[in-house]
């Protein structure tokens, strides 16, 4: 009491709570009133838990693309990530092949810098392979970009990188220490699909059945052969699928470093959807799957297989999701990013799949440390920034497009009954998020230069 606390360190919970840590349980946790002599604000957070800010590591906030621009900005976007508990998230600069990468990405980050409430780092998405690339990539990684983002599919979008240059993009990635990250679907075999199906209208039901888990297979085998070979490691996003699971565990057993993210929405939604009358709002790719798929991305998540949970929130507004019903053209993606937690925490933590450590492992200090953000984030050790949240584990309630954040006007998760309720969110000791309040400003968000990813230092010899 009216002490002043000029140190953090080991000691200091005792100092301020007078309970010895190893005793203190959640419920005992409670700080009453502590002076410290600077005009620090207490949080009295019993019977809550505190936890590292959450880390979405694969966001498309403000995306311009196939001709409109995704319905969460920056700002919006890192509001509701706010409100969900995250405080970091990971999104992407886009290729653009008229100019030099490391120009685009700039003007990505000064866009992003001025508006964003939440701190940020970038991949970088690499949609073929000019003389100049290596030049490029060793510019980006100056700016403090150490992942790189490739599409084996979307053709007609522009993403899809040429199958014949793959080599040489993971060479430049070897010398570069750039970690591979990609979305795996095999092109050739959708293109094939696409082309049986010809003019004929496809609903969003048969959205799986030309973009199949097979492809997903077929795509990972060769990404994950490819780059043992070149001796990278290389990181699956978005996994989908039982086979696509499969082709991982076949690539780990012939000596592949893989890494691998999967997404609230292949752990917990199923094609069943497809058939809804809204169904578009339930598209994106690769597209839903069955309920064996879910199940055996829960049991991969539990089981250690699956390193990293993030969303690939990708929000569009119902209008813009609705002005199509044809698979092939209805803008694909979905928000997710404040929902991220409570789901994860309800159906792995309370459901007894895996304990809160593991949670804060997938959804915190993992991403961190394979994006090179760790210890500055994800973690609460002294000399982490104070990235914090207050999450009361016991709260249930019942996600609906009320209680969300984002522009797109729904939610997919509409009527679950969840878990778990943050309360409070805090971005390097500023408070964010209070209940249903919201402080966070425009453009105080930093960007985070990223240091090399913890995977490569399996790969070193
Ligand atoms: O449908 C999706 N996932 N949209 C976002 C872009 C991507 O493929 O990750
Ligand atoms: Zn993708
Ligand atoms: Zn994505």
Redesign the pocket.
């Known amino acids: 009491d009216g002490e002043q606390i000029s140190e953090v360190g080991p000691g200091l919970f005792e100092k301020i709570t007078g309970l010895p840590r190893s005793g203190s349980t959640k419920r005992e946790f409670r700080v009453k009133e502590v002076k410290t002599g600077h005009d620090a604000a207490v949080t009295d957070a019993a019977g809550c838990l505190v936890m590292p800010g959450m880390i979405d590591s694969h966001t498309h906030y403000h995306l311009v693309s196939r001709g409109t621009v995704t319905a969460d900005s920056f700002f919006e976007g890192s509001r509701l990530a706010a409100f969900g508990g995250v405080t970091t998230i990971v999104d992407f600069a886009d290729h653009d092949k008229s100019q030099e990468l490391s120009v685009s990405t700039k003007k990505r980050i000064d866009a992003m810098s001025n508006d964003i409430a939440v701190d940020f780092a970038l991949h970088q998405g690499v949609y073929g392979v000019p003389e100049t690339l290596f030049a490029q990539l060793e510019s980006v990684k100056a700016l403090g970009v150490r992942a790189v983002k490739i599409?084996t599919t979307y053709k007609q979008v522009g993403y899809l990188i040429e199958t014949s240059k793959l080599r040489e993009l993971f060479e430049y990635c070897r010398k570069l220490e750039l970690l591979v990250t990609v979305?795996a679907e095999d092109d050739p075999l959708i293109e094939e699909l696409a082309e049986k199906q010809g003019d004929a209208y496809a609903g969003p039901e048969m959205h799986p059945k030309l973009r199949p888990a097979e492809a997903e297979y077929r795509a990972v085998s060769y990404i994950c052969a490819l780059a043992k070979e070149v001796g990278i490691p290389i990181y699956i996003?978005?996994l989908s699928s039982a086979k696509g699971l499969q082709a991982v565990r076949e690539a780990r057993d012939s000596g592949a470093d893989v890494h691998v993210e999967t997404t609230p929405h292949y752990l917990l939604l199923e094609n069943s959807l497809l058939s809804l009358p809204d169904a578009p709002k339930y598209v994106m790719?690769p597209p839903l799957r069955e309920k064996k798929d879910n199940t055996a991305l829960w049991g991969a998540v539990a089981g250690n297989e699956i390193a990293v949970i993030a969303t690939?929130h990708c929000a569009f507004t119902e209008e813009q999701k609705l002005s199509s019903q044809d698979c092939r053209s209805i803008f694909p993606g979905i928000p997710g990013t404040e929902e991220m937690l409570p789901l994860i925490h309800t159906h792995g933590v309370v459901k007894g799949l895996f304990d809160l450590q593991r949670m804060t492992d997938l959804l915190s200090r993992t991403p961190a440390e394979i994006f090179g953000l760790y210890p500055q984030k994800g973690s609460l050790h002294p000399g982490s920034d104070a990235d914090i949240i207050v999450f009361d584990p016991e709260e249930e309630w019942t996600i609906c497009k009320e209680t969300e954040h984002t522009n797109a006007g729904y939610t997919p998760y509409e009527g679950s009954r969840v878990t778990g309720r943050v309360k409070k969110t805090f971005l390097r000791g500023e408070l964010l998020v209070s209940e249903n309040e919201y402080f966070g400003r425009k453009g105080t968000g930093h960007f985070l230069k990223a240091s090399s990813s913890s995977v490569w230092s399996k790969i070193k010899p």
């Open positions: 599409f979305h996003v978005h790719t690939d």
